[in-house]
T-cell receptor, first 113, second 112 residues
């Protein structure tokens, strides 16, 4: 089936630290992969995406590379800021006509000054 | 573009009352999704539509929940009768074809 396994949180980092949030997936078919971010009290926002193997999605200093060989899509940022505190969701969709997303459980990140 | 619009943003009601949540998708999008988010269960897909037709409602928890999409610019999620365990944040999202989904700000529902 289709599923996403995400690193359990919460994650607490100091400002300017390096961030990695692990995400692995299983999929029937050829998935597109996404990272969404949810700030407190808000809806989910698309952070970045990758649609084929070896693609790198990037946005706001965050990056993730679609690794087919390891079925992974780990989220990284070189230097986090307090404003990055949020919940991060990894997700996949399979291009079979349906368009539903399969979400991971979310990882809460807190960045302290 | 205004993005996905949801109303109300907050709803407090008493057990047994009917609750109607509303969603206006992004203009031109042909998919619409309803999700529920709770601390215990995380983010759950309830139902989604393609071109106003329900495609998969397997996530709808029980018969008390119903969803409609009478036209391309409007959808409702109704709970009748509501129960305290329905308390959650309900999100609507829309997408164009297989593209990424864009989420609304959510409706925070509290059933007393």
């Amino acid at each position: 089936g289709n599923s996403v396994t995400q690193m359990e949180g919460p994650v607490t980092l100091s400002e300017e630290a390096f961030l990695t949030i692990n995400c692995t997936y299983t999929a029937t078919g050829y998935p597109s992969l996404f990272w969404y971010v949810q700030y407190p009290g808000e809806g989910l926002q698309l952070l970045l995406k990758a649609t084929k193997a070896d693609d790198k999605g990037s946005n706001k200093g965050f990056e993730a590379t679609y690794r087919k060989e390891t079925t992974s899509f780990h989220l990284e940022k070189g230097s986090v800021q307090v404003s990055d505190s949020a919940v991060y969701f990894c997700a996949l969709s399979v291009q079979t006509g349906a368009n539903n997303l399969f979400f991971g459980t979310g990882t809460r990140l807190t960045v302290i000054p | 573009d205004a993005g996905v619009i949801q109303s109300p943003r907050h709803e407090v009601t008493e057990m047994g009352q009917e609750v109607t949540l509303r969603c206006k998708p992004i203009s031109g999008h042909d998919y619409l999704f309803w999700y529920r988010q709770t601390m215990m269960r995380g983010l759950e897909l309830l139902i989604y539509f393609n071109n106003n037709v329900p495609i998969d409602d397997s996530g709808m928890p029980e018969d008390r929940f119903s969803a409609k999409m009478p036209n391309a610019s409007f959808s409702t999620l109704k709970i009748q009768p509501s129960e305290p365990r329905d308390s959650a944040v309900y999100f609507c999202a829309s997408s164009l074809g297989p593209g990424p989904q864009y989420f609304g700000p959510g409706t925070r529902l509290l059933v007393l």
